[in-house]
């Protein structure tokens, strides 16, 4: 048995696992398989009350906590944390006159969406069913509305949170704004959140699907995505992916070893006039577009819902030109047996993004029109090395039409917060987190300063 795990057991009436235990190593595992956080227990909280357990009996052993709702992102910033597991905390109300959620930490958007279309409503949804909404909104979320609503983090009202002494305590605008806007695209390294109020809108009429084309029709398919992301309306959003797929057993037979182009739409009301470009472009061997049902829209991309090992890059682009579009059609190309990059993605921004709010949190806007995004499969350490240097090799290439500047939900193992927030509002993250955990408690994925050496904690802990 572990000494930590029969602690907590003490305190909490959610199950916990300390390591070495049997359904340890389970129960430690994210969705994301191509990192192996190496915690000192996990503890799957009942409720909030069990969290806030969880925070005091770590800030008087001198431990720290890190969440985890599913694990998309998971990083060795994790590594010796007692991990919380919110996936119990899977309440949702919708207030539909309001047009206000309230929804619980261990809560993914299908569960949202399924809940606020009963009304006629919807959130700011990313492109997935299965991934956790408070992860995704702590970093900000750029999804399928970005263009119409801005970021997701950006429509937080309020949050419920444990406090690094393991006090609840409401967060709004009005109660602990610095705390507020910390929270509202930072990410989570200044208190555990165990549920969020935000803002729904009106789903209204909605378009969208996918179209696909054999990698042949790359150029046309560019050329047409550069001429409709330059009238479209900011209600109606398209996303250009080329796609690798392996050959693995997952994929439908007769994609296997393919290379793709897909075009991802989403529509709200009658903006679809400009996608007739892309209807001109012959050899298109799948076309799923068509009026949808909001609980329809996390489908769109045909992404996996299943735990699979991948690494992620994210660029954000100051254009798209045909110099860009020439780099992504070699980027893209296979490379033999191993597929460094299986998607290559770049999604069209703009619209509300530019348009922050005065009381916007860290979020805030994002000027560049276009996101750059690089996904490959990570199975073994070979592919993650090819990953990892095709990934690069990209980035160097196209560096003089990127700002630099990273969003935060797609820092990858290995990036840092100064490589999404500049040096002054990284200051400013920094010394909200110091005076709202100064003994630095929690450890999100992606710590907005280092963690504090047995030397700090003596001080700390040292009588006045």
Known sequence: MSAIGDDLRRVVRGRVFGAG???FAEAR?????SVEQQVSAVVEVADADDAAAVVHY?????LAVSTRATGHTPTAAADGTVLVKTGSLNGVEIDAEARVAWVQAGVQWGGVIAESAKHGLVGAMGSSPVVGLTGYTL?????WFARSRGQAANLVRALDVVTGDGNRVRVSANSEPELFWALRGGGGDYAL???LEFELFEAGALFGGRLLWPAERGEAVLAAFREVTAVAAEELSVWLTFIQFPPFPSV???LRGQSMVAVDVLAQGDVTGPLRLFDEIPGVVLDTRRPL???EIGGICMEPVDPTPARVRGELLTEFSTEVGDSLLAAAAPNGSVYPLALVQVRHLGGALTRPSADAGVAGGITEPFLLSMLGPAPSPQHAAAVLERRAEVATELSIYSSGRKPFTYLDAGDTPSDAFESATLDRLRDIKRRNDPQDVFRSNFPVAAPLTELDRAILDAPA
């Open 139 to 143: 970093g900000g979320g750029l999804g």
């Open 193 to 195: 959140v165990t549920a």
């Open 21 to 23: 235990e049997d359904g």
């Open 293 to 295: 049902d909001p609980t």
């Open 252 to 254: 439908p037979e007769f």
């Open 58 to 62: 770590a800030s008087r052993s001198g």
């Open 29 to 33: 595992r994210a969705w994301n398989l």
